[in-house]
């Protein structure tokens, strides 16, 4: 994890972020931009992924509805990820991505299935961790 910090907004997003989306999350997302990986970890997830109301499980369903939707590959990888690591079965995780064609459409589905597909393999395979985010 990156320095110790004595804010509690930004230490508790990036325990979480690590967490959910894996170890080093925090490293790479700080060597693409330091201000966004701020931002990211205080407010995404030391605000909004820490707000009572809706479990992280659920958090994980809504992200990768919307990163599928949005058509954010990388960020639907991650998210797949950490949904798979915060208990949301395989076939679940395809679910939620054939259900986005219905408001987003069927190329938006698709391309997440794509995105998917291979993560969900390996994860059903039992190759590889469901927390290790690119």
């Known amino acids: 994890m990156s320095e110790p910090t004595d804010d509690p907004r930004l230490r508790r997003g990036r325990e979480l972020a690590e967490r ?6 925090i ?12 931002l990211t970890s205080a407010f995404g997830f030391g605000d909004l992924w ?7 499980r659920d958090r994980s369903i809504v992200a990768m509805a919307i990163t599928a939707t949005l058509r954010a590959e990388p960020q639907l990888g ?3 990820r950490g949904a798979l690591g915060a208990g949301v079965a395989p ?4 679910e939620v991505l054939i259900a986005v064609s ?4 069927f190329p938006a589905s698709w391309t997440a299935l794509e995105v998917a597909e291979p993560i969900l393999r390996e994860f059903e395979d039992g190759a590889g961790a469901a927390g290790d985010a690119p």
């Open 78 to 80: 991650w998210h797949v």
């Open 102 to 105: 219905g408001l987003a459409g």
């Open 27 to 38: 490293e790479r997302w700080r060597a693409v931009s330091p201000d966004m990986e701020e």
């Open 91 to 94: 076939d679940e995780v395809r």
């Open 50 to 56: 820490s707000r009572p109301g809706l479990s992280r």
């Open 20 to 25: 959910h989306l894996g170890e080093g999350v």
